[in-house]
């Protein structure tokens, strides 16, 4: 064996320096699980993903307790002073063990002059509670100026969105209608001892009353179910789909659209799955194996349809943007840290680029879905106003839905701590000359 093993919490810290830094849990977490034994993993996991969650709560207090900021060279110990405070403040941990294992990964971090301070902190932090917190920023757990934005956009719904996004997000099961009716597959997790209920919208969805490993569920390995949020699953209603059509997803990847649909419909003619990310287009080829699907993968830039596309139109296209994902934060607190306001502005660029592009490719008589993950207008109906503005021949078309909010071009789901994602959707269609 290599080195000693680092303690837990000094290993959470680094991840959470690796995330101020710039990278996203999804890159510097796998790597980090694997510094420890299994029965240790689901541990960090949930200790990085409360530190993220409970950020900028967290950090209110930690920046009032310490007299100065650390030098550049030690910040790594304020991440782990954060670590230890989300401990204090949201979990069950004996109050002695958080300190004493605190101080103890201090010293692992090779900081042993920081260990008064770290142990002063946490004392102080143990003996006063939590403070009353400051501001919106710091009561909410969220960057100030997404709290401005979602307070602008949303002066209704703004707070009922900051609780959805700091709530654990549920997991919800796709049936893969292929193999069993949601029904007989809610009979199979009643058998296995799974707590499950039908969900309200998304016809093939199912939630579970708490998480449970894949490996847990019934048939998972041979294609019965995929993991995927019931909004996400609400796509292939809009799409209507048919024997016979030719369509495109055009930013694919890991792949949970491009089977919704394979499995929605049986005799599709071709399903094209396009992503740019040479890194994530394979993860659309395993979820494809694992349902006995087929589709044809490309990695390409779906907007430079020069480089990629046959000259034969679609009848369908799933255009599902990249976007800031300000929809799905309680699956990725990370965002909190990553996402800038400095780059809405540019993805609403790029989203309605691809949607002037795949406009072009799309048949007369054809129908396009446009989705995002986010709650962000500007990335949203706005982006979809602009693009009819242009292209006076789109057909806005309302989908029949008993779900979300009509926002005169598309519709918007909220984050609903009990169920679903946030998600937006728009559906256009090109007439017949
Ligand atoms: C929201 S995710 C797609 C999620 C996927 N539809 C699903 O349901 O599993 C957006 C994807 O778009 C890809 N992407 C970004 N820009 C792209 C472009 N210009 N062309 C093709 N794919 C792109 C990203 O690599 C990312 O995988």
New binding site residues.
Partial sequence: MGDRQQPMRAIAADVMLAVENGQSLSQCLPPALNRLPPNERPELQALCYGTCRWFHRLDSELNGRLKKPLRKPDRIIHHLMLVALFQLRFSQQATYAVLNETVEACRALDKPHLTGLVNGVLRAAERGGAPESADDSARFSHPEWMLEKLRHNWPEDWQHILQANNAQAPMTLRVNARRFSRDEYLGLLADAGIEAAATRFAPYGIQLASPVPVDRLPWFADGAVSVQDEA?QLCTTMMDLAPGQRVL?????????TCAILEACGELAEVVA????AD?LPRVQENLDRLDLNATLKQ????ATDQWWDGQAFDRILL????SASGVIRRHPDIKLLRRESDITPLAA?QLG?LDAMWAILKPGGRLVYAT?SVFPQENHRIIQRFCKQQTDAILVEPEAQWGRNMGAGRQLLPDPDSHDGFFYAVLEKPEP
């Avoid at 396009?274 to 990310?277: A, K, P, V, Y």
């Avoid at 390409?300 to 907007?303: L, P, Q, R, S």
């Fill in positions: 996400a997803d055009a930013c694919a990847a890991p792949g949970g659209k396009i992503d740019e990310s994530r390409a830039d779906a907007a599902d943007v990249p976007c790029i691809l993950c």
